[in-house]
């Protein structure tokens, strides 16, 4: 009896801190959101926006992955983002909203509102959980890192040539 209250107690420790992500340390606001003007020069607004919508297409792979507004007059392609990692023994699947606004030379990529749900949880799928704003200083170190390579996947995409 004892070692059986030792064992749930060490799996509920395990459980707990693959929660880590939701529990813990409330990040301050401007750590939800990312912001980075990236300049090209020599770059007309069109063929920076239709660089950025093929981005945006070959970025995109996942369903809840889409592109929500288009404007080519305006400079403007927003859309939704997911992606997931794993925490302990647990699967999230965190959603944010990405802006581009584009204008000759540069676009301004915006990266915002991100929210998180738990779609896998020590062997048991949960495809019906919600999600809730991802807030844990945590939670959002993991954004920030896919955030940063997100951007950086724009950059080499805006800069690339496409002579054929």
Known sequence: MKLQTIASIILAVFMLSGCGTVMGVKAPPEASSMEKIIDIAKADKDELYIKANTWFVDTFVSAESVIEFQDK?????????????????????????????????????????????????????MPHTEYVPLETQAGLNKARTEWNMLINSLEEALRQSYEW
């Not at 925490?87 to 915002?112: A, C, H, P, W």
């Open 73 to 125: 007059e305006a400079g403007k392609i927003a859309g939704k983002y997911t992606f997931e990692y794993s925490e302990g023994f647990q699967r999230y699947r965190v959603k944010q909203t990405i802006d581009l606004s584009i204008r000759d030379n540069m676009v301004r990529v915006e990266i915002r509102s991100p929210v998180f749900r738990v779609v896998h949880s020590a062997s048991r799928s």
